[in-house]
T-cell receptor, first 110, second 118 residues
Framework: QKEVEQNSGPLSVPEGAIASLNCTYSDRGSQSFFWYRQYSGKSPELIMFIYSNGDKEDGRFTAQLNKASQYVSLLIRDSQPSDSATYLCASEADDYKLSFGAGTTVTVRA | DAGITQSPRHKVTETGTPVTLRCHQTENHRYMYWYRQDPGHGLRLIHYSYGVKDTDKGEVSDGYSVSRSKTEDFLLTLESATSSQTSVYFC?????????????????FGEGSRLTVL
């Protein structure tokens, strides 16, 4: 079983809608969670990280963490065509290594 | 942009030949990583380094070796390339600084090296 699982895509949303991305992890020792965005042909870049249970908001992005359910999510509000990308969820345990999910590709329709 | 450069950016080689990919950083970060990215698998860790001459295996290390003789350089070697090693390889450094700096967990990635093994 892969350590980090993401909901299968691709996900297509109309411009202005909310895109919801989900991720589950298997290692209960994981402490930190990250969302990376990767445009086609480019390298991943960090957009959000979360350590504590609950919600964390940064502009149009909200990350949610529920350690009891081993669940992490990312909401993109007011989706824009520039949000079209692949979103990678990652978890980190104590050993400074990130485990990544396979990614969810989001397409925002104008 | 984090100062990370990968070379070569593109390489085509034949099965059985050795290949070395180079990652160079100018950020003095302690931790460096090599990932490969394949469709349907996301990013998978090959090897990582937590200091000069200190390296460890990741989840897909078979067929790969690494070396780190200087803080700024992390080399990934395929001793005898196989078609299954056709992939995009990303080097990454962590959000930390200095020889004893802690790791924030945030990774900064290089631009990637696309390797094709025929």
């Amino acid at each position: 079983q892969k350590e980090v699982e993401q909901n299968s895509g691709p996900l297509s949303v109309p411009e202005g809608a909310i895109a919801s991305l989900n991720c589950t992890y298997s290692d209960r020792g994981s402490q930190s969670f990250f969302w990376y965005r990767q445009y086609s042909g480019k390298s991943p870049e960090l957009i959000m990280f979360i350590y504590s249970n609950g919600d964390k908001e940064d502009g149009r992005f909200t990350a949610q963490l529920n350690k009891a359910s081993q669940y992490v999510s990312l909401l993109i509000r007011d989706s824009q065509p520039s949000d079209s990308a692949t979103y990678l969820c990652a978890s980190e345990a104590d050993d400074y290594k990130l485990s990544f999910g396979a990614g969810t590709t989001v397409t925002v329709r104008a | 942009d984090a100062g990370i450069t990968q070379s070569p950016r593109h390489k085509v080689t034949e099965t059985g030949t050795p290949v070395t990919l180079r990652c160079h950083q100018t950020e003095n970060h302690r931790y460096m990583y090599w990932y490969r990215q394949d469709p349907g698998h996301g990013l998978r860790l090959i090897h990582y380094s937590y200091g000069v001459k200190d390296t460890d295996k990741g989840e897909v290390s078979d067929g790969y070796s690494v070396s780190r003789s200087k803080t700024e350089d992390f080399l990934l070697t395929l001793e005898s390339a196989t078609s299954s090693q056709t992939s995009v390889y990303f080097c990454a450094i962590s959000g930390s600084r200095g020889a004893s700096g802690g790791n924030t967990g945030e990774l900064f990635f290089g631009e990637g090296s696309r390797l094709t093994v025929l």
